[in-house]
C-alpha cells in the first residue's frame, strides 16, 4: 500500500492567496484528520471526517479555512486568504474503521511570506 | 496539548538507555501512544498500551504506565544513531480524538 499521500510537498506563497492541500487516504480507512503542526502550538487537529462526513470541525482555526471530502479516497483543505501565520506542516491522517493506528502522511509544508 | 506534557529535549550517547517521559492529565485515557517522527516526514506509531497494562515491552522498546500518576515512559535499549528524532506521546479514550504532546526531540551522539 502506498500509505497516506499529501500534495504539494511544499508550498511557498503570497499572502493573500489561496493555497489547496490535497491528501488521498490510505483505501479502506474510513476516517481522515487533518493536522497542523508548529513549534508554537506542536500538533493540533484541525477537522475530522468519518465516511466522508464532517464530524468535528472545532479544531478549524476560523473562517478562512475550509476541508472538504467529496469522496473516499480525496480529501483538500483550502485557506483564502492565506496568512503569514498559517505557515506550517500540515499532516494528513487516515484510520481504519476497527479503529487502531493512526497512518500519517508526510506532510505539506506551507510558507506564507 | 495542554493535557500531555513530555521534556522537550534529551541528548543521550550511542548505545546508552533513553528514557523519555510523557505526563497527562484525563484519567479516563483508554490508550496511550508512542509516535516517532523523523525529519521531514509524518509520525509512526512506535507502540501503545492499554490504560489497564503497567508494561509492554517490544524488541529494543519498554513502556512503562503509572496509572495512579498518570506518567507513561518509553525506554529505547542500545539507542542507536537512527533513533534521533522526535517523541510523541499521545493520549485517547478510545475514540478518534488523540491528544498529543509537544514532542520530545532525541538527539543520539557518538
Known amino acids: 500500500d502506498a500509505g497516506v499521500i499529501q500534495s504539494p510537498r511544499h508550498e511557498v506563497t503570497e499572502m493573500g492567496q489561496e493555497v489547496t492541500l490535497r491528501c488521498k487516504p490510505i483505501s479502506g480507512h474510513n476516517s481522515l484528520f487533518w493536522y497542523r503542526q508548529t513549534m508554537m502550538r506542536g500538533l493540533e487537529l484541525l477537522i475530522y471526517?468519518?465516511?466522508?462526513?464532517?464530524?468535528?470541525d472545532s479544531g478549524m482555526p476560523e473562517d478562512r479555512f475550509s476541508a472538504k471530502m467529496p469522496n473516499a479516497s480525496f480529501s483538500t483543505l483550502k485557506i483564502q486568504p492565506s496568512e503569514p501565520r498559517d505557515s506550517a506542516v500540515y499532516f494528513c491522517a487516515s484510520l481504519p474503521a476497527k479503529a487502531g493506528e493512526l497512518f500519517f502522511g508526510e506532510g505539506s509544508r506551507l510558507t506564507v511570506l | 496539548g495542554e493535557d500531555v506534557e513530555q521534556s522537550l529535549f534529551l541528548s543521550v550517547r550511542e548505545g546508552d538507555s533513553s528514557v523519555i517521559n510523557c505526563t497527562y492529565t484525563d484519567s479516563s485515557s483508554t490508550y496511550l501512544y508512542w509516535y516517532k517522527q523523523e525529519p521531514g516526514a509524518g509520525l509512526q506509531l512506535l507502540t501503545y498500551i492499554f490504560s489497564n497494562m503497567d508494561m509492554k515491552q517490544d524488541q529494543r522498546l519498554t513502556v512503562l504506565l503509572n496509572k495512579k500518576d498518570k506518567h507513561l515512559s518509553l525506554r529505547i535499549a542500545d539507542t542507536q544513531t537512527g533513533d534521533s528524532a522526535i517523541y510523541f506521546c499521545a493520549e485517547s479514550k478510545g475514540d478518534y480524538k488523540l491528544s498529543f504532546g509537544a514532542g520530545t526531540t532525541v538527539t543520539v551522539r557518538a
Open positions: 471526517f468519518n465516511n466522508n462526513v464532517p464530524i468535528d
